[in-house]
């Protein structure tokens, strides 16, 4: 059984401004079909997925995160998963993008794998639209 070759067929529904978006991506970068750019899609959601598997240790890190502070309960859920880890999370920066939308870049210290739930957490609250970790190992 090759994997690569034996295809899968999924149904999928999605929010129309976002597949809007997504299709405007494909054309721009030329892709020959929408299911070629959802298979490419779901493989860098892999690999991000692998890479932050190997965030151990301690580290120094930064996520930026963009979200919609119109989504009802999120600004409160969003402050609430950083106090839970005030103890990691050495400073934030908000930043006002639109009238909806907001960017904020948290600074981070601790355990590679704290550093990554605190991430997944806050991916999770409905009306994130992004985030991302980025990190350095800490030491000599
Ligand atoms: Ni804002």
Redo the contacts with the bound molecule.
């Keep these: 059984m090759n994997t690569e070759t034996d295809l899968s067929r999924i149904g999928i529904s999605l929010p129309k401004n976002l597949l809007d978006k997504f299709d405007e991506i494909l054309k721009y970068r030329g892709y020959s079909s929408r299911s070629e750019g959802i298979r490419d899609a779901i493989r860098n959601y892999i690999t991000y997925y692998q890479w932050m598997s190997d965030v151990r240790g301690e580290r120094q890190g930064v996520i930026t995160m963009v979200y919609d502070?119109e989504q009802r309960g999120l600004l409160q859920s969003l402050t609430e998963v950083q106090h839970e880890y005030m103890d990691t999370i050495q400073a934030s920066l908000?930043?006002?993008?639109t009238h909806e939308?907001?960017?904020?870049v948290i600074l981070l210290r601790g355990d590679g794998k704290e550093l990554k739930n605190i991430a997944e957490r806050l991916m999770s609250q409905k009306g994130v639209e992004s985030v991302k970790l980025t990190t350095i190992p800490v030491g000599e």
């Excluded at 908000?94 to 993008?97: I, N, P, Y």
Aim: proline residues 0%; neutral net charge; glycine residues 0%.
């Design positions: 502070h908000h930043s006002h993008v939308k907001c960017l904020e």
